[in-house]
T-cell receptor
Framework: AQSVTQPDIHITVSEGASLELRCNYS??????LFWYVQSPGQGLQLLLK??????LVQGIKGFDAEFKRSQSSFNLRKPSVHWSDAAEYFC????????????FGRGTSLIVHP | NAGVTQTPKFRVLKTGQSMTLLCAQD?????MYWYRQDPGMGLRLIHY???????AKGEVPDGYNVSRLKKQNFLLGLESAAPSQTSVYFC?????????????FGPGTRLTVL
């Protein structure tokens, strides 16, 4: 079975600073990987996803993520954070075979200081 | 095109009461899911459906039942509510292509059981 770990419960950054949110997964084969964002009081919105091919994935809102098989990681990055990026971020991993049901991490809360 | 909608948005129940949460999607998606979100726990899958008339258990199915009588609707029932079921419930849907299709989430239902 697949699993995903987000080591950081909270991350605080200053507006304009760079951001990296960590995600580590466990799965025996090539995983499907996702990052979602949840603004307060809202549902989840997909930022980006990785299935195969280029290990650097571009997403919406200026985010990208790099799949590193050797480190079992899929970290989310943004070069310059805006105050509106303050939200909860979830990494998810899905299996590459059978009935696809993604498993979500516990989330990382991003706090942005002005 | 409303996407995924959930009814109701808020609900307060007393222990032992029953209720049904309704999820509707207008994207003709095959897959539908019910998750619960608790602080520090991320999203946990309750039940899911891979098509009209089918349902399957997820990670935390106890105390819940579901039905998918119509392709566009996925109902989550609580027969005898308990305080441990206080949570925010999210419905999601996705297409039948497990490689490329994204999960789309509803806005959530906040349930409190007293």
């Amino acid at each position: 079975a697949q699993s995903v770990t987000q080591p950081d419960i909270h991350i605080t950054v200053s507006e304009g600073a760079s951001l990296e949110l960590r995600c580590n997964y466990s799965y025996g084969a090539t995983p499907y990987l996702f990052w979602y964002v949840q603004s307060p009081g809202q549902g989840l919105q997909l930022l980006l996803k990785y299935f195969s091919g280029d290990t650097l994935v571009q997403g919406i809102k200026g985010f990208d993520a790099e799949f590193k098989r050797s480190q079992s990681s899929f970290n989310l990055r943004k070069p310059s954070v805006h105050w509106s990026d303050a939200a909860e971020y979830f990494c998810a991993v899905g299996a590459s075979g059978g009935s696809y049901i993604p498993t979500f991490g516990r989330g990382t809360s991003l706090i942005v200081h002005p | 095109n409303a996407g995924v909608t959930q009814t109701p948005k808020f609900r307060v129940l007393k222990t032992g009461q029953s209720m049904t949460l309704l999820c509707a999607q207008d994207m003709n998606h095959e897959y539908m899911y019910w998750y619960r979100q608790d602080p520090g726990m991320g999203l946990r899958l309750i039940h899911y459906s891979v098509g009209e008339g089918t349902t399957a258990k997820g990670e935390v199915p106890d105390g819940y039942n579901v039905s998918r009588l119509k392709k566009q609707n996925f109902l989550l029932g609580l027969e005898s509510a308990a305080p441990s079921q206080t949570s925010v419930y999210f419905c999601a849907s996705s297409g039948g292509d497990v490689v490329t299709d994204t999960q789309y989430f509803g806005p959530g239902t906040r349930l409190t059981v007293l």
